[in-house]
C-alpha cells in the first residue's frame, strides 16, 4: 500500500536548540489530525519543515511514496503540500481575487485563465465571493483568515496545513472556521490543524498529536490524549 504521508526521525535543529527532534509522523489520505503542545513546542517549525520553508537537519519525509526531504517550498506545493500563515499577510494593495490568483499561478501552475476561474470558485466556497474586487486591507480579521485559506485552495493541495487560524477570532468566528475547515476536508483534502483554542482542535481533530519541547509525548484520540498524564504534565506541570 501507498504511504501517503509520512515523517521519519524528522528533526531541525537552530544552533544548539533542537526544536524539532525525530518526529515520526503520518497521515492517512482524508483525515483532520490536530497538532498541539505548549509556547515553543516546536509546531510551527515543523509545519515549515513539512512545506519545505525550512530544511530539515536530519530524517525524511515521504509523500506519496517520494521522498521530498530537502525539496523547496514551492516544489513542494505543486506536488499538494501547502501552509498557511501563522500571521496572516495578504497583500493588502491587491484585491482579493488578485491574491487568490497568485496562490493559483504561482503555487497550482495554472494558466491565467483557469487561474481567473479557479480563484472566483474558491473565493465563493469560503464566503468572499461578494468582496472578490475589494482591496485585502479592507478586510476585517476573520475575512482574512478566509482570503489565507483560499489563497492555500488555490494552489489545489491534498495535504493542508494550517497554523493558528483562530486566534483573536470570537466563538462564533471559531465555529465558522470550523465549519469552512470540515467542509474543506469533505472535498478530500487530508488537513493538520495547529491550534492553541482546545475547543477548535477538539472539535475537528479526529486524533491529536501532542509536541513538547520538539518531541511528540502523545498520540491518539481527542480525549484520550489531552487527558494522558504526559500531557496534563506538558501543559499544567501536574
Ligand atoms: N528561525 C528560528 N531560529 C531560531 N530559533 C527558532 C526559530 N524558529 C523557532 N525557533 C525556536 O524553536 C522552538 C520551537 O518554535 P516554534 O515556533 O516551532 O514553536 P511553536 O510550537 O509553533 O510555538 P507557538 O505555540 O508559540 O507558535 C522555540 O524554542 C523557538 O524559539
Ligand atoms: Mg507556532
Not at 535543529?13 to 509556547?39: C, R, Y
Not at 517520494?66 to 513542494?76: F, R, S
Not at 486591507?137 to 483560499?150: I, T
Amino acid at each position: 500500500m501507498e504511504t501517503f504521508f509520512q515523517t521519519k526521525k524528522l528533526t531541525k535543529s537552530f544552533g544548539a536548540l533542537v526544536a524539532v527532534m525525530e518526529m515520526d509522523f503520518s497521515l492517512k489520505k482524508g483525515e483532520i489530525v490536530g497538532l498541539i503542545g505548549p509556547n515553543g513546542a516546536g509546531k510551527s517549525t515543523f509545519l515549515n519543515v513539512v512545506a519545505g520553508i525550512l530544511k530539515p537537519t536530519s530524517g525524511e519525509i515521504i509523500f506519496k511514496d517520494k521522498n521530498i526531504t530537502g525539496k523547496k517550498a514551492h516544489y513542494i506545493c505543486r506536488l499538494g503540500i501547502v501552509k498557511t500563515a501563522q500571521i496572516v499577510q495578504p497583500f493588502t494593495k491587491l484585491t482579493l481575487l488578485e491574491n487568490v490568483y497568485l496562490g493559483a499561478v504561482y503555487g497550482g501552475g495554472k494558466s491565467h485563465k483557469e487561474a481567473i476561474k479557479i480563484s472566483e470558485e474558491i473565493l465563493e466556497f469560503v464566503g468572499l465571493g461578494n468582496l472578490k474586487g475589494n482591496l485585502a486591507s479592507e478586510l476585517s480579521v476573520p475575512q482574512r483568515r478566509r482570503l489565507e485559506f483560499a489563497r492555500a485552495l488555490a494552489t489545489e493541495p491534498e495535504i493542508l496545513l494550517l497554523d493558528e487560524n483562530m486566534a483573536g477570532l470570537t466563538p462564533k468566528e471559531i465555529d465558522d472556521m470550523l465549519e469552512l475547515i470540515r467542509e474543506i476536508n469533505r472535498k478530500g483534502i487530508t488537513i493538520v490543524v495547529v491550534e492553541h483554542v482546545m475547543r477548535a482542535v477538539m472539535g475537528v481533530a479526529e486524533r491529536i498529536v501532542v509536541l513538547n519541547y520538539g518531541e511528540k509525548i502523545a498520540e491518539g484520540e481527542p480525549y484520550e490524549v489531552i487527558n494522558s498524564k504526559e500531557v496534563r504534565e506538558a501543559y499544567f506541570g501536574e
